[in-house]
């Protein structure tokens, strides 16, 4: 990954935001990394960045369960931003949730690389930012 | 009277005499004055079973099965000089009774007053008759005694025969009496004709329909199954059809029954589904923060930093308590371990709640309005209701919104027998289309604030539904939110 690349953190849980950038730090990753506590937050920011011809983030760790727009929502919405763009965006989700049909419905969604169960081990972390 | 003189031995009379011999109707010539038989026929003798010249001499009284008949031919010959085809019982020599239609004309032979009786053996046709009597009897009394009832139309849509549960019917829903010869449409309102006809009109062409119906009677809902069936003659032309109705009340009240509880297990199921959701995602995502903390914590050299790491550990300890204390609080509701019920004072409860609420009030100069009468007095948990109030009238006030003042109004209606009261606010509103399954859901928050935690819908919804009581929601974004609770 290069150092230019920024990281995309979209959860509404303040202390596991606090914890990501603690690991991210602690891996000794300096990318710049924006966090956004809903979907909604999240799309606004992206769609600006867009829109100033700015480098978007090339991974984004997207929560399901978030109030106003949740991971779901969030990705319809990412899909036609997406579209328009020729940088690759990678989108893990990363969530607490073991549902079945939360796994299952992630799979729909061409988007996903993968689907990650808090809490997120460090190598995992460190083989998501390699790649 | 005629006169026949068998004496003479012209053409003519040996031509009668051949023809009364070889008729094939029986008859018999008797003396009126002792009934004596002077003649008898071929047939006569094949009928009676004794030979015609033993007949002959004998008192024709012999061959009356019964006495009564007897005298009743006697009586009326006597009256009317002649008989036509009366029925009548004879016994023949083999002492088989033979039912018999005679004919008697009086006549003179030789100046004496005779009878000339011809018979006709109908036992046959008697047995056949007696027959269908007997089959017709039998499909009357499963017609009768059947559950159905029915009635017969020939094809002009007029009624041949209808059985009792038929005439029941009528009485019982449309209080009317059903009569042969009256027209179908004769027993329906003037506005239900036209749709009567177009239901009877494939029916006269040879499809069968059949449909539910219920009729209210007294508040109470009866059920019948409606049945037209055509009725084909043997060129497999319509004749007329048969209406049948069974009153299926008691089945649709148990297929209601049912569904209902069916309702309830699937609702049940949707709420079990949910809370364990619940549990696994917010037990686990505290969890892992715990985890992720305490790793850190462990290599931590720095003691700021551990400080730091230390109130967030407290943090997410305290957001744990939290959960459990509100999982415990849902579980404690839907097991039912709070049930006291009280009649109490809903407007005193609803000026409670606004007192107990006043410094957010004024923190937002509110207004809130309590509109219902101080009379009405509710069976309810006064700490489900209690907390009910101060959950919806708390949302209210927080999910205002800052483009006007907030107004918040508490008002009662009746709907469908049971009080409900409404909570409507001139806030925020939520956008239904996008969250309305999930409004009552746990943990469920709309707008982003720090405060919401998601929580108290879904333990009101809870204590609403273990009351049997019901809640809705109707909203628009920028424009307000009204909450809808009826009680039971």
Same mark, same amino acid.
Request: aromatic content about 8%.
């Given at each position: 990954?290069?150092?230019?690349?920024?990281?995309? #953190?979209?959860?509404?849980? $303040?202390?596991?935001?606090?914890?990501?950038?603690?690991?991210?730090?602690? !891996?000794?990753?300096?990318?710049?990394?924006?966090?956004?506590?809903?979907?909604?937050?999240?799309?606004?920011?992206?769609?600006?960045?867009?829109?100033?011809?700015?480098?978007?983030?090339?991974?984004?760790?997207?929560?399901?369960?978030?109030?106003? !727009?949740?991971?779901?929502? /969030?990705?319809?919405?990412?899909?036609?931003?997406?579209?328009?763009?020729?940088?690759?965006?990678?989108?893990?989700?990363?969530?607490?949730?073991?549902? +079945?049909?939360?796994?299952?419905?992630?799979?729909?969604?061409?988007?996903?690389?993968?689907?990650?169960?808090?809490?997120?081990?460090?190598?995992?972390?460190?083989?998501?930012?390699?790649? | 009277?005629?006169?026949?003189? %068998?004496? &003479?031995?012209?053409?003519?009379?040996?031509?009668?005499? +051949?023809?009364?011999?070889?008729?094939?109707?029986?008859?018999?010539?008797?003396?009126?004055?002792?009934?004596?038989?002077?003649?008898?026929?071929?047939?006569?003798?094949?009928?009676?079973?004794?030979?015609?010249?033993?007949?002959?001499?004998?008192?024709?009284?012999?061959?009356?099965?019964?006495?009564?008949?007897? @005298?009743?031919?006697?009586?009326?010959?006597?009256?009317?000089?002649?008989?036509?085809?009366? $029925?009548?019982?004879?016994?023949?020599?083999?002492?088989?009774?033979?039912?018999?239609?005679?004919?008697?004309?009086?006549?003179?032979?030789?100046? &004496?007053? !005779?009878?000339?009786?011809?018979?006709?053996?109908?036992?046959?046709?008697?047995?056949? $008759?007696?027959?269908? @009597?007997?089959?017709?009897?039998? =499909?009357?009394?499963?017609? &009768?005694?059947?559950?159905?009832?029915?009635?017969?139309?020939?094809? /002009?849509?007029?009624?041949?025969?209808?059985?009792?549960?038929?005439?029941?019917?009528?009485?019982?829903? /449309? +209080?009317?009496?059903?009569?042969?010869?009256?027209?179908?449409?004769?027993?329906?309102?003037?506005?239900?004709?036209?749709?009567?006809?177009?239901?009877?009109?494939?029916?006269?062409?040879? &499809?069968?329909?059949?449909?539910?119906?219920?009729?209210?009677?007294?508040?109470?809902?009866?059920?019948?199954?409606?049945?037209?069936?055509?009725? %084909?003659?043997?060129? @497999?032309?319509?004749?007329?059809?048969? !209406?049948?109705?069974?009153?299926?009340?008691?089945?649709?009240?148990?297929?209601?029954?049912?569904?209902?509880?069916?309702?309830?297990?699937?609702?049940?199921?949707?709420?079990?589904?949910?809370?364990?959701?619940?549990?696994?995602? +917010?037990?686990?995502?505290?969890?892992?923060?715990?985890?992720?903390? =305490?790793?850190?914590?462990?290599?931590?050299?720095?003691?700021? $930093?551990?400080?730091?790491?230390?109130?967030? =550990?407290?943090?997410?300890?305290?957001?744990?308590?939290?959960?459990?204390?509100?999982?415990?609080?849902?579980?404690?509701?839907?097991?039912?371990?709070?049930?006291?019920?009280?009649?109490?004072?809903?407007?005193?409860?609803?000026?409670?709640?606004?007192?107990?609420?006043?410094?957010?009030?004024?923190?937002?100069?509110?207004?809130?309005?309590?509109?219902?009468?101080?009379?009405?007095?509710?069976?309810?948990?006064?700490?489900?209701?209690?907390?009910? #109030?101060?959950?919806?009238?708390?949302?209210?006030?927080?999910?205002?919104?800052?483009?006007?003042?907030?107004?918040?109004?508490?008002?009662?209606?009746?709907?469908?027998?049971?009080?409900?009261?409404?909570?409507?606010?001139?806030?925020?509103?939520?956008?239904?289309?996008?969250?309305?399954?999930?409004?009552?859901?746990?943990?469920?928050?709309?707008?982003?604030?720090?405060?919401?935690?998601?929580?108290?819908?879904?333990?009101?919804?809870?204590?609403?539904?273990?009351?049997?009581?019901?809640?809705?929601?109707?909203?628009?974004?920028?424009?307000?939110?009204?909450?809808?609770?009826?009680?039971?």
């Amino acid at each position: 990954m290069k150092t230019t690349d920024k990281i995309c #953190l979209i959860d509404d849980d $303040e202390i596991y935001i606090f914890l990501m950038k603690k690991s991210f730090v602690a !891996m000794g990753v300096n990318n710049e990394v924006l966090s956004f506590l809903n979907g909604a937050d999240a799309m606004e920011e992206l769609i600006k960045l867009k829109n100033n011809d700015e480098i978007l983030p090339s991974i984004i760790l997207l929560d399901i369960n978030m109030p106003i !727009m949740d991971g779901w929502e /969030f990705l319809k919405e990412f899909r036609k931003l997406h579209s328009n763009i020729s940088q690759k965006i990678k989108v893990y989700i990363v969530s607490s949730s073991i549902a +079945n049909e939360d796994i299952e419905k992630s799979k729909t969604f061409p988007e996903i690389v993968d689907y990650l169960t808090k809490p997120v081990e460090l190598d995992t972390l460190v083989s998501i930012i390699n790649e | 009277m005629k006169t026949v003189n %068998f004496s &003479e031995g012209n053409e003519l009379e040996n031509n009668l005499e +051949n023809i009364f011999n070889f008729s094939p109707v029986p008859l018999l010539i008797t003396r009126i004055k002792d009934g004596i038989i002077i003649m008898a026929n071929d047939s006569a003798e094949k009928i009676i079973q004794i030979k015609r010249q033993d007949l002959v001499g004998q008192p024709i009284s012999d061959l009356y099965a019964y006495e009564n008949e007897r @005298q009743l031919i006697l009586d009326e010959i006597s009256n009317y000089g002649k008989i036509l085809n009366r $029925e009548i019982s004879i016994r023949n020599a083999k002492n088989e009774i033979i039912s018999c239609l005679i004919s008697i004309e009086k006549i003179t032979i030789n100046g &004496e007053g !005779m009878y000339l009786k011809g018979f006709t053996n109908i036992s046959e046709r008697k047995l056949m $008759e007696a027959a269908i @009597q007997k089959s017709e009897d039998n =499909l009357r009394t499963v017609f &009768e005694n059947t559950e159905v009832g029915y009635i017969l139309f020939n094809q /002009f849509q007029s009624i041949i025969s209808y059985n009792k549960p038929a005439s029941l019917f009528a009485t019982k829903e /449309f +209080n009317k009496e059903i009569h042969v010869g009256t027209n179908f449409s004769t027993y329906f309102p003037e506005i239900m004709r036209e749709y009567l006809s177009k239901i009877v009109e494939p029916v006269l062409k040879g &499809e069968t329909t059949s449909f539910e119906r219920f009729i209210i009677h007294n508040g109470e809902h009866h059920w019948y199954y409606v049945k037209f069936s055509p009725v %084909f003659n043997k060129n @497999q032309s319509v004749d007329g059809f048969i !209406m049948s109705m069974e009153n299926i009340t008691e089945r649709k009240k148990s297929d209601i029954a049912l569904n209902k509880s069916l309702e309830l297990v699937t609702e049940q199921n949707k709420r079990l589904l949910n809370f364990s959701y619940i549990v696994s995602h +917010n037990l686990r995502s505290h969890a892992s923060n715990m985890i992720s903390i =305490l790793n850190f914590l462990e290599k931590e050299k720095s003691e700021q $930093e551990k400080a730091s790491l230390m109130i967030h =550990l407290k943090k997410v300890s305290h957001l744990l308590n939290e959960t459990l204390y509100n999982l415990n609080e849902v579980v404690s509701i839907q097991k039912n371990l709070n049930t006291t019920i009280e009649s109490l004072n809903l407007s005193e409860y609803i000026n409670q709640t606004i007192a107990v609420l006043n410094k957010e009030i004024s923190a937002k100069n509110a207004i809130v309005e309590n509109q219902v009468s101080s009379n009405i007095n509710i069976n309810y948990n006064p700490a489900y209701l209690e907390s009910i #109030l101060l959950n919806f009238l708390t949302n209210a006030i927080k999910y205002s919104s800052p483009d006007r003042q907030p107004l918040i109004q508490f008002k009662t209606s009746s709907k469908e027998g049971s009080l409900e009261l409404s909570i409507s606010d001139n806030g925020l509103g939520i956008d239904l289309k996008k969250y309305h399954d999930r409004i009552f859901g746990m943990y469920k928050t709309f707008h982003g604030n720090k405060d919401a935690r998601g929580i108290g819908l879904f333990i009101s919804k809870n204590q609403i539904d273990a009351m049997e009581g019901k809640v809705e929601v109707s909203s628009e974004p920028h424009k307000g939110t009204t909450f809808k609770i009826k009680f039971k």
